[in-house]
């Protein structure tokens, strides 16, 4: 269903939506809108914040020890050594998971 109504355009450029309608769509003060202007036509429909995401830098020697524990084979720890080294830490700091020795092999 369409429905028309008359509204007016103040000093500032505000609009009143008229109270029917903001309570057919949910529309409360403060609410995000969306205006699209197309071929001489105005069109106003509710938006929504997506809220944004959270950025974490992650300290480079907690990237070193995630490199090597996701290494399970040779070539694979050799590339994660590479990396340590490339981000300036020394690979011997850090260990792997599947290199550990056992109590028993001590």
Do not use: C, W
């Not at 369409?2 to 355009?9: A, D, E, T």
């Amino acid at each position: 269903m369409q429905n028309q109504y008359s509204v007016h355009v103040d000093s500032k450029g505000y609009v009143l939506i008229p109270a029917e309608v903001r309570k057919a769509l949910g529309i409360e003060p403060k609410s995000l809108m969306i205006l699209t202007q197309d071929d001489g036509a105005l069109r106003l429909v509710p938006g929504e914040v997506v809220p944004r995401r959270r950025v974490r830098v992650i300290p480079k020697e907690e990237l070193a020890q995630a490199l090597i524990d996701g290494a399970d084979t040779p070539g694979g720890i050799e590339d994660a050594k590479k990396g340590i080294t490339e981000l300036g830490l020394n690979p011997d700091d850090f260990t792997n998971p599947s290199q550990a020795k056992s109590p028993t092999e001590r």
